[in-house]
């Protein structure tokens, strides 16, 4: 079909990918699952996610997605849909707060922790607070077509 539009969510957290991929069944939007370390293919490009706020981070990812494989495949148009969290828990001050650092937070020597070495240090930071802490997440979501953003932020 040449007119076809094609919806990536290209992301290697299999939660992530979860999550989303039910609110796009919901919404009845077509989309090709891009998890491609998961799926066997080639290594996904490592995008630097240096960015200041989760909205910059998203948008890198979307950009650096983009070029690196939606452009390569003619004769489709595409969307990419790209997200970054953050964590902001009570209790910690703002040097102490994960932000959107949740998965290379203090500790992690900058590498991507899984999810047992996350569940442990967020099980120990809990616990030096007391065993409860509120905690509120920020959502960023951006979509990209190689010409146009779009954004969306939430808490």
């Not at 996610?49 to 909205?55: A, M, R, S, V």
């Not at 997440?137 to 979509?143: A, G, K, L, P």
């Given at each position: 079909m040449d007119?076809?539009?094609?919806v990536y969510f290209p992301t290697n957290n299999i939660g992530k990918y979860e999550r989303y991929k039910k609110s796009f069944e919901?919404?009845?939007i077509p989309y090709e699952r891009y998890l491609v370390n998961n799926e066997g293919k080639e290594e996904i490009v490592d995008i630097k996610?240096?960015?200041?706020?989760?909205?910059e981070n998203a948008e890198k990812k979307a950009k650096g997605?983009?070029?690196?494989?939606?452009k390569k495949i003619p004769g489709k148009?595409?969307?990419i849909i790209t997200t970054d969290e953050a964590l902001y828990i009570e209790g910690l001050n703002d040097e102490e707060q994960p932000g959107q650092f949740v998965r290379?937070?203090?500790?992690?020597?900058?590498?991507?922790?899984?999810?047992?070495?996350?569940?442990?240090?967020?099980?120990?930071?809990?616990?030096k607070l007391g065993g409860n802490?509120?905690?509120r997440?920020?959502?960023?979501?951006?979509?990209y077509n190689g010409e146009k953003y779009s954004y969306l932020e939430w808490d």
């Open positions: 007119n076809e539009i094609v919901l919404a009845k996610e240096d960015g200041k706020t989760t909205k997605y983009y070029d690196a494989y939606v148009s595409f969307i290379r937070f203090g500790g992690m020597d900058g590498k991507r922790a899984t999810d047992e070495e996350v569940v442990k240090k967020y099980t120990e930071l809990i616990n802490a509120k905690a997440w920020h959502y960023s979501m951006v979509t």
